[in-house]
């Protein structure tokens, strides 16, 4: 899945956003033989031409039991006017 598509399914229409980042990479170890990772980012979505309203969304991605990145938790706050 990728960030448009969890960004459509979590708010029901698709978003322009940016300031992407990578918050954390996190190796996950079930057992000697199975690991898979799981990734949040972070970003800013926008309306318009980089209008408001913002909000702030955290998603987590995972490669467990895929070769697929599905996103797991999706996580957003409207930022206030005088919030970056």
């Excluded at 970003?43 to 995972?62: C, K, M, N, Q, R």
Aim: glycine fraction near 2%; charge should be positive; hydrophobic fraction near 30%.
């Amino acid at each position: 899945m990728s960030t448009h598509k969890a960004i459509e399914k979590h708010f029901g229409k698709p978003k322009q956003f940016y300031c992407q980042q990578i918050l954390q990479i996190k190796e996950k170890v079930e057992h000697k033989t199975y690991r898979y990772f799981n990734v949040t980012v972070q970003l800013t979505t926008f309306e318009g031409a980089h209008d408001f309203p913002y909000d702030l969304v955290t998603i987590t991605f995972s490669n467990k039991y895929s070769m697929e990145w599905r996103a797991i938790d999706v996580k957003s706050r409207r930022l206030k006017p005088n919030e970056n």
